[in-house]
């Protein structure tokens, strides 16, 4: 049975389902069933255009690792690495900074799983951030992986705020404002949003967030986290599909389109600051590369072949340029409290 028929019978049968819901139970079948990545799949990221992205990526955790003294034990973490392209060009830019560390990833599709072992050889994997190991440093990366975890939608409606929730239509989904929900919980500058407004929180995303700025605390080591979004809390709807690298309709056969809200790094930060990390950033990924060298790195790469130079180019443009990822995309880092800041976050 499809997603959009289990969910239809689902939905008849015990009434409309809350966005988040709706989301999470859409991006788990579209990431178990396909690799979703590069020009022939629906969408690309930073480090399937260019070899750079992960190498800088593992610089500057091989930089912040050799300021906290070069402490033994550490464990290289992903979460959500697709192909694992990047880990393999930050684990080889690590190595030339005399870092080697045992790879752990956080991944739940079974199909990038395979992907990722023809890349990388010898890795652990886990469901999630709670089995990741217990001691020694961690040096954790995510790109657009906080991206693809339900959010909720919020609606504001007279004096408070409903929960929106996805009914079914004939072969449509459709959203609607459902449930009042108490909106206490909320940033001050977004409670007084006005009538109509969307909110979205990802309860999913602070959790792990939480998660893994306690591991931070307790082992030592550093986070970078990269993603689109806005740097403070804002109302928006921005649940957005994609297929075939083009828009799509999110209400529209869940399942076979990529599902993405903004990440929200004000709710991010302030979640991870509670359990006691520093929370630099967010900056925006053009300056942040910028910052580590991507200039001298491209010309390098160049110099080197001469016939890609074009494309070398390219990539380094659609990397940084701000009307192209250099703006949109922000980096976060979180960062022990004995460990030094990430390079490129001031
Ligand atoms: N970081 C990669 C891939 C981004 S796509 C890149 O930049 O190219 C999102 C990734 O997160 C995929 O690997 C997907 O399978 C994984 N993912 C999505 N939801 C997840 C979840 N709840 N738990 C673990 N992995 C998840």
């Not at 992986?145 to 929106?164: I, S, Y």
Request: glycine fraction near 10%; charged fraction near 20%; aromatic fraction near 6%.
């Amino acid at each position: 049975m499809s997603l959009t028929e289990r969910l239809r019978r689902l939905i008849a049968a015990s009434g409309p389902i809350p966005v988040g819901e709706y989301m999470a139970l859409a991006n788990a079948h579209y990431y178990a069933t396909r690799d979703p990545l590069g020009a022939g799949g629906d969408f690309t990221t930073a480090p399937e255009i260019s070899q750079m992205f992960g190498e800088l990526t593992g610089l500057c955790l091989a930089d912040a690792w050799d300021r906290a003294g070069r402490p033994e034990g550490i464990s290289y973490v992903e979460l959500g690495p697709g192909r694992g392209t990047l880990a393999a060009d930050a684990l080889r830019a690590m190595r030339a900074a005399e870092l080697s560390p045992p790879v752990e990833l956080v991944e739940t599709s079974p199909t990038l799983r395979a992907q990722q072992a023809e890349r990388l050889p010898a890795v652990r994997w886990h469901d999630d951030v709670a089995t990741l190991p217990e001691a020694g440093p961690l040096l954790v990366v995510a790109n657009e992986f906080f991206d693809a975890l339900p959010a909720r939608q919020l609606v504001r409606a007279g004096e408070g705020w409903h929960e929106r929730v996805v009914d079914v239509e004939g072969d449509r989904f459709v959203p609607e404002a459902g449930r009042p929900m108490p909106g206490s919980a909320l940033p001050a500058h977004v409670r007084e949003a006005p009538e109509g407004s969307i909110l979205e929180v990802s309860p999913a995303a602070a959790a792990i967030v939480r998660q893994l700025a306690q591991r931070l605390v307790r082992q030592g080591g550093v986070a970078l986290i990269v993603d689109y979004g806005h740097a403070r809390t804002a109302a928006g709807d921005t649940l957005q599909a994609v297929r075939g690298h083009l828009y799509a309709d999110p209400w529209m056969e869940p399942g076979e389109n990529d599902l993405t809200v903004h990440v929200d790094f004000e709710a991010l930060g302030a979640a991870a600051e509670a359990e006691g990390v520093r929370v630099l950033g967010p900056v925006t990924q053009g300056a942040w590369l910028t910052a580590l060298g991507i200039d001298a790195r491209a010309a390098a790469l160049a110099a080197a072949a001469p016939a890609r130079a074009e494309e070398i180019e390219a990539a380094h443009a659609r990397l940084t340029a701000p009307e192209q990822m250099g703006t949109l995309f922000k980096v976060m880092a979180l960062a022990a409290p004995a460990w030094p800041d990430p390079a490129g976050l001031a």
